[in-house]
């Protein structure tokens, strides 16, 4: 949970920055977090998978600024012809000579998207997304143990396909492509629903899904609650949104309605008789993991405020962008969890599992 | 206590109801061993009692179950959830988490127990079932055995009055399975919980059921002392069959009964049936095979030689890497190294089983795998076999005749779904057999079948070695193969630790050896023919 936050802030800090100074030193905090604070469990090698995500954004980020985006700013770097379109769509360039400061700036609002996604997948990796949704309140916990079991699914359902591919090898058929799929889908979906189905039954013989009693006026008061946060949210998003607006439909609704939803989802809880074994605890680190994430969002807002053009660099005409040393410092601080917070534990005892090969009966 | 009053259960579209009119009473701590044909409502009868019929598969429940006092007809499955506890057949289908602690967890989550009494439980539970050392282990990476003994594990700990069981070892090797059979038994005599077991393999239950329910035929169901109900029931395991053959009183139900009452046939002369017939020409020469996955080794290096006229059986742990030579050998899976030839009758002329297309390779060695119904893709069986003759380039009408000898009357416009386990297995072995492969593999098929459909398996694999095919069949089925097989291979870690004749092989091991072998050792009968013919007259 701590780390989602502090990955959040982190995201957050990014995300009006263009400039690459700033935006490489984040990056570099993430992964030197991850590096040293990431646990041993399957998850914990995704990181590399957003990294690899992030640069195929830049990829297509800089494409995109030669084919259709506004060429302006300094040297050619590319000649190439324009390609005029017809009047309807006026505007749009097509090709174009490439100009360097234009590229430039295509290059850093990637990266700045990359650096974003490479933060959540900090948190992804630092974090087990399952325990994020074992923290949520009570109404929602079904929720979350629904998207638990879909994440669990996906697996389940690659080994399936692979299965049903090698057993149609079985019957001399290596057909691919557009026939062969009835055949794959076929066996993998009544697989795949016959497992749902069972999954299902056991786990409503187990408990899920049960209420206490909840009296009448109780639920009424609870779909009040809920109906009416959802209702003063709308309105006070519309009121925040709009500027001409009286005054109190724009903070005050939103922060009511967020009230009341919040109300609505502790009354609706209640109805849940849940427990949590082993709740994850919430200590010093957690909070320090917090306060650095959060402490380089407020720096970067801060020196938005009084200096804007320092997150950015300049691209017309291009040129060094500056060093705002309050920001660079903000990140700096979200780098302290990897060296202040406690190292994960090691990886967990498997006793007879670890040293017994994998059951090779379902992976012929 | 659990009490069923006058029960009827149907189903909308079938004729007549599953069961019918079925009162029972079973008392606190007591194991309830449930027993009938495949298909003939013993999960309906479970479900039953667990809630999920009718609140989850649907269906008209007549009459009233009570479960300590709660009826079903109020109470659904969830609602019953600190009071009977379920294990089904796959445990990996029911796991919610992924580490054994928070699944031990799950249930007392979902009843909303406090922190300090669920971390109690969990220990107290790992202690039971003597699984403390796998606490933070992956579910999916312990074995078949660990895995069934941390599904009761999850159940018990909401400390539930009854345990339902719908074949809880028929996945597992014999050694898993009389693992997770200790646990139960000892779940009924320590902590006096009542267990409702269904189970294919009586042999393993029996003596230690204290009573008998028998879902019969059209879902009549009785229920009664295990030696009086064994006595007319139409499932028997080798022992009562021999108990009813002799005529012995009371029928034993033990190995440690019946070989009392066998003490004078051990004197007899051992007069073995039949003259083992000359192997045939080798058919299949595997050399030097390894596989491996991975890191892990599945197979080392193993040599096998299969020959025309023979039934082999490949027996070992789960694990031990049977599945993975079998792949190999039919040249689907993976190989690391080594070599497959098919022999044509004389030495020089070979083929390179793993060189050919998947076509090409079929008609040379079939394969049917363990999940036998991916190989099924069309809507009906009519259109299965079609496919099959046009696939493997015979004559339309070869499937749907081979069909008819494995498995006689199962109508062309019937979904493969819709069929039960063994028509399924015979409509696969149908297909498999269309492209006429000279040798046969055989994947855990007897896994679901009960005695009857495992003696029609039978038939048809010696029918099969009868007109000179060869036979290999990886099962945990020690009776199966006792009664089938000419021949034992033995895996363990992937490598051969045991090769030789039947006789040889089973009745030496303490895990593999049959009923009436344990029964009448050191005589060298495996089956209840065998003692037939031995002892001719009963005394």
């Known amino acids: 949970m701590a780390w989602w936050l502090w990955a959040i802030g982190l995201a957050v800090a990014v995300s009006n920055v263009t400039n690459p100074f700033l935006l490489l030193t984040a990056l570099c905090v993430a992964a030197l977090v991850v590096l040293s604070r990431r646990g041993s469990s399957p998850w914990a090698g995704s990181f590399r998978l957003y990294l690899w995500l992030g640069g195929f954004i830049v990829l297509v980020r800089a494409v995109l600024h030669v084919l259709v ?11 190439l012809p324009e390609v005029s379109l017809p009047s309807w769509a006026a505007g749009i360039n097509l090709l174009g000579d490439v100009r360097l400061g234009g590229l430039v700036g295509a290059v850093t609002e990637g990266l700045r998207l990359a650096v974003m996604i490479a933060c959540i997948g900090a948190a992804n990796s630092l974090a087990n997304p399952k325990r994020l949704l074992r923290t949520l309140p009570g109404a929602l916990s079904e929720i979350g143990s629904a998207v638990v079991v879909t994440i669990s699914v996906a697996p389940q359902l690659a080994e399936s396909v692979q299965r049903v591919m090698r057993a149609r090898a079985l019957r001399g058929d290596t057909s691919r492509g557009i026939r062969a799929v009835p055949r794959v889908a076929l066996p993998v979906l009544e697989d795949t629903l016959d497992r749902s189905l069972m999954l299902a039954s056991a786990m409503d013989s187990r408990g899920y899904g049960r209420r206490r009693e909840v009296g009448g006026a109780r639920r009424a008061l609870t779909a009040a609650c809920t109906l009416g946060g959802l209702l003063a949210s709308a309105v006070g998003i519309y009121g925040v949104l709009d500027a001409t607006t009286p005054g109190w439909m724009g903070l005050p609704a939103l922060s009511l309605g967020i009230g009341l939803s919040l109300a609505g989802i502790w009354l609706g809880g209640a109805a849940n008789a849940r427990s949590t074994y082993r709740p994850d605890p919430w200590r010093g680190a957690e909070w320090l993991t917090v306060a650095c994430g959060a402490a380089a969002a407020v720096a970067v807002q801060f020196v938005r405020r009084t200096d804007a053009a320092s997150l950015g660099i300049p691209l017309d005409p291009l040129g060094v962008p500056a060093l705002p040393l309050l920001a660079l410092a903000g990140l700096l601080v979200a780098a302290l969890p990897a060296f202040l917070t406690p190292p994960p534990p090691p990886p967990s005892p498997r006793g007879a599992a670890a040293s017994r090969p994998l059951p090779a009966e379902v992976h012929p | 206590m659990i009490e069923l009053d006058r029960v009827s259960v149907s189903f909308e579209g079938e004729s007549e109801p599953v069961l019918r009119d079925v009162s029972l009473r079973l008392e606190e701590g ?85 922190a300090s009494t669920m971390r109690k439980r969990v220990e107290e539970t790992l202690d039971v079932l003597g699984i403390a050392d796998l606490r933070g282990a992956a579910l999916r990476e312990l074995s078949g055995g660990q895995q069934q003994r941390v599904a009761i594990g999850s159940v018990l700990t909401t400390h539930p009055k009854v345990l339902v069981l719908d074949e809880p070892t028929s996945a597992l090797d014999p050694t898993g399975a009389e693992d997770v059979l200790a646990t139960i038994t000892r779940l009924v005599h320590d902590l006096a919980v009542t267990v409702v077991v269904a189970e294919h393999r009586i042999e393993r239950v029996l003596q230690y059921a204290d009573t008998l329910v028998h879902v019969g035929a059209h879902g009549v169901v009785t229920q009664g002392d295990p030696a009086e109900v064994m006595r007319t029931a139409d499932v028997a395991p080798p022992v009562v069959e021999l108990g009813r053959w002799a005529g012995w009183e009371p029928l034993p139900l033990s190995v440690r009964d019946a070989r009392r009452r066998a003490a004078p046939w051990r004197s007899l002369p051992a007069s073995p049936r039949e003259v083992v017939a000359a192997p045939g ?57 080594g070599t497959v030839r098919r022999r044509h009758g004389s030495s020089s002329d070979e083929t390179d089983v793993r060189a050919l297309d998947a076509a090409e390779r079929r008609r040379h060695v079939g394969l049917v795998p363990q999940s036998a119904a991916d190989l099924l893709y069309l809507d009906t069986v009519g259109a299965e076999c079609t496919q099959a003759d046009s696939e493997s380039g015979r004559e339309p009408g070869t499937c749907r005749s081979l069909l008819d000898d494995l498995a006689p009357g199962i109508p062309d416009d019937r979904h493969p779904r819709d069929l039960s386990e063994g028509q399924r297995l015979a409509v696969v072995l149908a297909v498999q057999l269309t492209a006429d492969p000279p040798v046969l593999l055989l994947d855990e098929p007897t896994r679901g079948l009960d005695y009857a459909g495992k003696g029609a398996l039978r038939a048809a694999l010696r029918r099969l070695v009868a007109r000179g095919r060869s036979v290999v069949v990886s099962t945990h089925d020690v009776e199966f193969v006792a009664e089938s097989a000419d021949r034992v291979v033995v895996m363990a870690a992937g490598e051969v630790v045991a090769d030789g004749p039947t006789a040889d092989v089973v009745v030496a091991s303490p895990a593999f050896a049959p009923q009436v072998a344990k029964i009448t050792s050191p005589q060298p009968w495996l089956t209840v023919d065998d003692v037939r013919y031995a002892v001719r007259e009963p005394s």
């Open chain 2, 281 to 337: 020409p080798v058919l299949l020469d595997a050399r030097r095979v390894t596989v491996t996955h991975d890191a892990v080794v599945a197979v080392a290096e193993v040599d096998v030689t299969l020959r025309a006229g023979e039934v082999t059986a490949l027996m070992g742990r789960n694990g031990a890497g049977k599945s993975s030579l079998l792949w190999a050998v039919q040249g689907s899976g993976p190989m690391r190294s």
């Open chain 1, 69 to 79: 985006g506004l060429k302006f700013g300094g040297a050619v770097v590319l000649p």
């Open chain 2, 30 to 114: 007591e194991l309830a061993l449930v027993v009938g044909r495949t298909g003939s409502g013993k999960s309906t009868l479970l479900g039953a009692i667990t809630g999920h019929v009718p609140h989850f598969t649907g269906g008209t429940l007549a009459g009233s179950v009570r479960v300590f006092g709660r009826d079903t007809r109020e109470h659904r499955p969830r609602d019953l959830a600190d009071l009977v506890g379920v294990v089904g057949q796959d445990p990996l289908a029911g796991f919610v988490t992924d580490t054994v602690e928070e699944e031990l967890a799950y249930g007392m989550e979902q009843l909303g127990l406090g």
